[in-house]
């Protein structure tokens, strides 16, 4: 069969304003070394993870390239893709990049830089799921009661939680036919689109959901941020 050659899309464009620091929050140090670096460290480490490619302001490129010195251990990055308009089109200018050295029946594994906590774990299982479908998400189960509304002040209905999911990272595509789904979004419809996997299901693309991590959490809070230091500081002791 083929051996699908796996790139890792770090998407590192944001400039993390919710967060009100002086620096978007992926290069904030913990642990002395930047949020980014764990992310990069498990897919440089990971067997099946072939390459690296980043979304990152220019600014940026020079202190990542000093991190990824001790993290990329198995040296799998090939370069920085310029951020786009917004996230989507970030992840469409990575996807260019990533097509003049991989191929149509490779696959692409979007990663948020703000998610250090990725584990070898969920993306082993992303990959093992992918067989057969054009996609895998990793999806968390709605705990708590969901209801629609449609105004924003008024309950309009109860929706039914079991078909409800909260869609997470990382996501993996067959690259040529996620490429093509974007494309079809162009060039407006790509500006609305707030979720990864929405341009593969308006495109018709099988995507197979998967059970997520809840450890898997986006560093978008101060608190997210002081959960992570704690977590840090434990594992160090």
């Known amino acids: 069969g083929f051996?699908?050659?796996?790139?890792?899309?770090?998407?590192?464009?944001?400039?993390?304003?919710?967060?009100g620091a002086d620096m978007p929050k992926q290069y904030i140090k913990v642990g002395n070394r930047m949020i980014l670096s764990y992310c990069?460290?498990?897919?440089?480490?990971?067997?099946q993870i072939d390459a690296?490619?980043?979304?990152?302001?220019?600014?940026?490129?020079?202190?990542?390239?000093d991190e990824l010195k001790t993290y990329d251990v198995n040296k799998k990055f090939k370069g920085f893709s310029g951020p786009g308009e917004n996230r989507q089109l970030s992840i469409y200018?990575?996807?260019?990049?990533?097509?003049?050295?991989?191929?149509?029946?490779?696959t692409v594994l979007i990663h948020d830089a703000a998610r250090p906590c990725l584990s070898e774990a969920l993306i082993t299982a992303c990959i093992d799921a992918l067989d057969g479908h054009d996609g895998v998400l990793p999806?968390?189960?709605?705990?708590d009661t969901v209801y629609l509304s449609r105004d924003g002040k008024s309950v309009s209905s109860l929706l039914n939680r079991q078909e409800i999911f909260a869609g997470q990272a990382p996501e993996l595509f067959v690259l040529g036919k996620y490429y093509e789904a974007n494309e079809r979004l162009f060039p407006q419809k790509i500006l609305q689109v707030n979720g990864s996997t929405e341009p593969a299901i308006l495109a018709g693309m099988d995507i197979a959901m998967i059970p997520g991590d809840e450890g898997n959490y986006k560093i978008t809070t101060k608190a997210d941020l002081e959960r992570f230091r704690e977590c840090i500081l434990q594992k160090r002791i």
Request: net charge negative; hydrophobic share 45%.
């Open 52 to 65: 690296i490619q980043i979304v990152a302001q220019e600014s940026w490129h020079e202190p990542i390239v």
């Open 139 to 143: 999806v968390l189960p709605m705990k």
């Open 3 to 19: 051996a699908a050659m796996n790139t890792a899309l770090i998407l590192s464009g944001g400039v993390g304003s919710r967060l």
């Open 40 to 47: 990069v460290e498990r897919l440089s480490l990971h067997p």
């Open 93 to 106: 200018n990575g996807l260019q990049d990533i097509l003049t050295y991989a191929e149509a029946e490779d």
